[in-house]
């Protein structure tokens, strides 16, 4: 079993910046893929950027160019920069971790952390 614990969410204005941090513990020799997913009121759950353990990735359009994942592998966590955000970027942000080469989601989710962004 993998634990993933999200930290950093808040209430930014548009425009600015924050960065989403998602530690994994348990199991974690085997995971490949991590990413953030988010979901916003009435919405269904939604990729935003994933990250192998290789350094590839895989970005949403709607984010491509403003938002950066990356990864620690030594410290089995994953972050998102978010810079320019937008109204529309509201949600709360997931953290998803499995041990497959496909891009998920699969496997385990951390509790969220809420991003708010005003306009």
């Known amino acids: 079993q993998v634990q993933l614990v999200e930290s950093g969410g808040g209430l930014v204005q548009a425009g600015g910046s924050l960065r989403l941090s998602c530690a994994a513990s348990?199991?974690?020799?085997?995971?490949?893929?991590m990413g953030w997913y988010r979901q916003a009121p009435g919405k269904q759950r939604e990729l935003v950027a994933a990250?192998?353990?290789?350094?590839?990735?895989n970005y949403a359009d709607s984010v491509q160019g403003r938002f950066t994942i990356s990864r620690d592998n030594a410290k089995n966590t994953v972050y998102l920069q978010m810079n320019g955000l937008k109204p529309e970027d509201t949600a709360v942000y997931y953290c998803?971790?499995?041990?497959?080469?496909?891009?998920?989601?699969?496997?385990?989710w951390g509790q969220g952390t809420q991003v708010t962004v005003s306009s």
């Open positions: 990250i192998r353990s290789d350094g590839s990735t």
């Open positions: 998803n971790a499995h041990f497959g080469r496909a891009w998920g989601p699969f496997g385990s």
């Open positions: 348990g199991h974690t020799f085997s995971i490949n893929v």
